[in-house]
């Protein structure tokens, strides 16, 4: 079955902290993964997006990801969090050139920032 | 700015009414989707369309319907029938299946809906 698992339901870091959320996935075509933000009361922002290519990926508001075939992960990174970063995190997957219809989320992580 | 909004960004219903809840986008998207989120879940599918005059159910519709008169607009009602409205609706867009970056959604901000 595809499922997105998000193991983590809270987090708690320091800021200036480094953070790591955790992501697996098990999806039976080519995965097309996703890396979205929550802030309260608000729509999903696409943080950065992985199909191809270098498996590091670089998105917005210093966030990074790293696509590990072996183990079925797509753990999002930051080196050092600000307050601004305590928000609700998805992971989600999708299959490349399909509709989002298909697109599988995972429950969420909660982020939040320690002053 | 292109974007979608979403109204009201919070509504009330008693028991046995129908309310329908907005969605308007303006990034020239042929496709339009509806999600249910309930804490601790994650984001569940209601009904989706990709074209005008065609939707699709998605995983928890029964309860829902929608319309897709205008390639901006696709509306949300909840009727009586959903035994369990309470929860945060997201209105969601994307370009077509089959073009590259189809799987991007793109949000709107949300609508809470309480039933008393």
């Known amino acids: 079955a595809q499922s997105v698992t998000q193991p983590d339901i809270h987090i708690t870091v320091s800021e200036g902290a480094s953070l790591e959320l955790r992501c697996n996935y098990s999806y039976g075509a080519t995965p097309y993964l996703f890396w979205y933000v929550q802030s309260p009361g608000q729509g999903l922002q696409l943080l950065l997006k992985?199909?191809?290519?270098?498996?590091l990926v670089q998105g917005i508001k210093g966030f990074e990801a790293e696509f590990k075939r072996s183990q079925s992960s797509f753990n999002l990174r930051k080196p050092s969090v600000h307050w601004s970063d305590a928000a609700e995190y998805f992971c989600a997957v999708g299959a490349v050139y399909s509709s989002a219809s298909k697109i599988i989320f995972g429950s969420g992580t909660r982020l939040s920032i320690r002053p | 700015d292109g974007g979608i909004t979403q109204s009201p960004k919070y509504l009330f219903r008693k028991e046995g009414q129908n309310v329908t809840l907005s969605c308007e986008q303006n990034l020239n998207h042929d496709a339009m989707y509806w999600y249910r989120q309930d804490p601790g879940q994650g984001l569940r599918l209601i009904y989706y369309?990709?074209?005008?005059?065609?939707?699709q159910k998605g995983d928890i519709a029964e309860g829902y319907s929608v319309s897709r008169e205008k390639k901006e607009s696709f509306p949300l009602t909840v009727t009586s029938a959903q035994k369990n409205p309470t929860a945060f609706y997201l209105c969601?867009?994307?370009?077509?299946?089959?073009?590259?970056?189809?799987?991007?959604?793109?949000f709107g901000a949300g609508s809470r809906l309480t039933v008393l």
């Open positions: 992985y199909f191809s290519g270098d498996t």
């Open positions: 969601a867009s994307s370009i077509v299946r089959g073009q590259s970056g189809a799987n991007v959604l793109t």
């Open positions: 369309s990709q074209i005008v005059n065609d939707f």
